[in-house]
């Protein structure tokens, strides 16, 4: 089993920063992709970063974030972050880590193996 724990939510104005992290603890040898995905209220989960790894390492953005949000892996720590710069209040949402053992795992597939609680993050006007 792998236990995934997200922090670096909070209250930020529009065009401010604020940075995820993810730490994984277990089996993480046996992960092979990592993604971000946030669901606001009253609406679905949707994807927004990931990082694959078997084979050659590739990130992913949803278009929505691209150009704002970066995703960065620390493999010997564990951990993922997700940086997200030029905050926008529609990016107001609870932010989940998620983490798949799949060997050629989709990473914006939504249907990963391992979940973080979740952490807040809100984008005042």
């Known amino acids: 089993q792998v236990r995934l724990v997200e922090s670096g939510g909070g209250l930020v104005q529009a065009g401010g920063s604020l940075r995820l992290s993810c730490s994984a603890s277990?089996?993480?040898?046996?992960?092979?992709?990592m993604g971000w995905f946030r669901q606001a209220p009253g609406k679905e989960r949707e994807f927004v970063a990931a990082v694959s790894w078997s084979g050659s390492m590739r990130y992913y953005y949803a278009d929505s974030v691209k150009g704002r949000f970066t995703m960065s892996r620390d493999n010997a720590k564990n951990t993922v972050a997700l940086q997200m710069n030029s905050l926008k209040p529609e990016d107001t949402a609870v932010y989940y880590c998620a983490g798949s053992a799949v060997l050629g795992w989709n990473p914006l597939n939504t249907d990963y193996e391992y979940w973080g609680q979740g952490t807040q993050v809100t984008v005042s006007s």
């Open positions: 277990g089996r993480t040898f046996n992960l092979n992709a």
